[in-house]
């Protein structure tokens, strides 16, 4: 698994490239990794609270934690640039139309 321990992210790229390498990941709840991190790829705990950031990791390394892989690499891949290049496309198509 991989463990987060910032108390401030905004997009964080260590977060999805983990995932990517389908580790499940361990975080404090601090800010951008809301964005990729869900229940079924991750635990988010309290920032700060260094007990529930130990407790959770020591569940991934038991295999306590339910982690599924088969989507991980879907999940990242939806902030890749070819992705994102086309969902600004639609939105600059659909404010900019003239129709």
Do not use: H
């Not at 079924?40 to 529930?52: F, M, P, R």
Request: charged fraction near 25%; proline fraction near 1%.
């Amino acid at each position: 698994g991989f463990v987060l321990t910032s108390s401030r992210e905004s997009f964080s790229m260590v977060t999805a490239e983990a995932l990517y390498l389908n580790k499940p990941v361990v975080s404090f709840d601090c800010g951008g990794v809301k964005e990729i991190v869900n229940e079924a790829n991750g635990i988010i705990v309290k920032c700060n609270n260094v007990d529930s950031i130990s407790d959770a990791m020591v569940k991934v390394m038991n295999k306590e934690f339910a982690f599924n892989t088969s989507f991980l690499k879907d999940t990242v891949e939806k902030f890749d640039i070819k992705y994102q290049q086309e969902r600004w496309k639609q939105i600059i198509d659909k404010v900019f139309s003239r129709t």
